[in-house]
């Protein structure tokens, strides 16, 4: 009878108990750190762009602010509202939190290195439907979601919550559906492998050794992609879970020190969650770019030397650390300069555009597939495909767009009845439009006072303000 394979054998490989806990810990501690940074980064993007120095007294480089704020939540008062349902209230927090942490836990962050004898990846573990484990675990980040604001005694934060769940469940739906494609061209959903496939250069110039990322091969999952994730964070200009006009802090405004502290390091633990899923998937990981990727038009002669230290296996989570802060610089630049959406143009953009767009690339690719199997892409068929497809393109825009311009003007202009109106009518009072005049003020009119016209000088019928003031 063969003996049992160790647990650290069936999920993690061959890495040994104690070669996964230096993992674990890694992992941890770059994710706290990593976080304190982006806060950092963030504030002086924006004020770059805005034209402020942004945090530049505490600590080198103003580096000690981010910090600093961190602390703050951390002894700050923690305190419960009356009324809320104390273990809802504390188990939310910590749900959302355990989640953002978990999904790194299959990120390949570098390639092949030995550490004391025992050759293993910059990974923690590697799952064979890694990629769903990511969406899994993203989605358990819901529920504490769901649950502040269910636990809590504000309506602002039951709104927010609401808000906040179907915002995230419409583009997860975009956002699964875009990974669609790059598993039905890599035939796998480990993540270790889908960066791997990255590595093969395009068909289309072999000679030039570029390198085959799938934000080039399957653009418009890459860009469906970048859209949900900006969503998936509720990172503006979709941060509409906490918006201050209406929702003050949405579903977190019961939440005060460590517990909220818990939900902002999850915030930006997201954004670098999705940065790293977009970076694995559509630009080839920890591999370097072109022309520094290993086989290159440089990898040979003077460059060979250097060509081998950048894309030794040590230095691989320096390209895909790089790779995921300028995902990161999208997040704070779309921040710094897009107003926020309106709740039904989001929803639109999610349901109407961004799901049949994706179900029909889909469709497009598993063609493409199969055609290419089966020997049916000819010149002629691509030719032919291609007009079609563009035919039908230019056709959806001006049609579709003409109506859909027609129908938002329609409805834009509300229908208004000069004269007097009831402002209880809805059964709420409501402001008059212009031409409209409220019953009670119908018989104000405007007179000149001593003789002379006047702006804002009212008399009011049977009544004459010259008369009582003498």
Known sequence: MSPIAPLESAIFGQDPWWLV??????VFVFLLTFTIFNVWYERRVVGKMQHRLGPIMNGPFGLGQALGDGMKCLI????RPHGTDKWLFNIAPFLTGTAAFTAWSVMPIGGQVTVFGHTTHLQLTDLPMGVLFVLSIASIGIYGIVLAGWSSTSEYSLLGSIRSTAQMISYEIAMGLSLVAVFLYT????????????TQPLGILPVLGLPGWYALLLFPSFFIYGISMVAETNRAPFDLVECEQELVSGYITDYSGFRYAIY?????????TV????????????????????????????????????????FSPVWFL????????????????????????????????????????????ALVQTGRDQGWLTPTVLIVAGVVALAALIILLFVGGEEEEVRSEVSRVPTIEPGVFDPYAGGYPVPPMPG?????????????????ASEGALTVSGHDPDKEGA
């Open 21 to 26: 806990l230096i993992k674990v810990v890694i």
């Open 76 to 79: 700050k008062e923690d305190f």
């Open 187 to 198: 035939g796998s959903m480990s993540t270790h492998d889908i960066v791997e496939a990255q």
């Open 264 to 272: 902002f390091l999850a915030e930006y633990i997201n954004m670098a």
């Open 275 to 314: 940065s790293g899923i977009a970076t694995t998937l559509f630009l080839g990981g920890y591999h370097a770019p072109w022309p520094l990727n290993d086989g290159s038009i440089l990898d040979r002669g003077f460059f060979s030397p250097v060509i081998d230290v950048l894309n030794h296996g040590w």
């Open 322 to 365: 790089i790779k995921v802060l300028l995902l990161i610089f999208v997040f704070v630049w779309l921040r710094g300069t897009l107003p926020r959406f309106r709740y039904d143009q989001f929803m639109n953009l999610g349901w109407r555009w961004l799901l049949p767009i994706n179900l029909a690339w889909i469709v497009l690719i």
């Open 436 to 452: 409209q005049i409220v019953p009670e003020l119908a018989d104000v009119v405007v007179a000149p006072v001593g003789g002379e």
